[in-house]
Nanobody, 125 residues
Framework: QVQLVESGGGLVQAGGSLRLSCAAS????????MGWFRQAPGKEREFVAA????????YYADSVKGRFTISRDNAQKTLFLQMNSLKPEDTAVYYC??????????????????WGQGTQVTVSS
């Protein structure tokens, strides 16, 4: 089992920045990828960013490319999402996800078997 705990959400004005963290614990020796998804009220959960553990290849949704950066700290088993130039449309609950599935399609939520509880990000205009 893998446990994920997100932190770092909050209220910020448009144009501001936030840094989300996701601490992983448990049986984390088979990591293939980790990612961030978000869900706004009344909308489906959507892909934000992901990183493959082998090669540290990163992926971003078009809506956040150039504004968000995903990174990791192997020693601390922590995933980060640096969010800059935030917009009101970035308002959502952000979820951290973890996968042990080789060859996964990182943009699909079904590729991930473990999820955090979510952290609220609210961007005011």
């Amino acid at each position: 089992q893998v446990q994920l705990v997100e932190s770092g959400g909050g209220l910020v004005q448009a144009g501001g920045s936030l840094r989300l963290s996701c601490a992983a614990s448990g049986r984390t020796f088979s990591t293939q990828a980790m990612g961030w998804f978000r869900q706004a009220p009344g909308k489906e959960r959507e892909f934000v960013a992901a990183i493959r553990w082998i090669g540290s290849i990163t992926y971003y949704a078009d809506s956040v490319k150039g504004r968000f950066t995903i990174s990791r700290d192997n020693a601390q088993k922590t995933l980060f999402l640096q969010m800059n130039s935030l917009k009101p449309e970035d308002t959502a609950v952000y979820y951290c996800a973890y996968s042990i599935r080789a060859g996964l399609v990182v943009q699909r939520s079904s590729s991930y078997g473990y999820w955090g509880q979510g952290t609220q990000v609210t961007v005011s205009s």
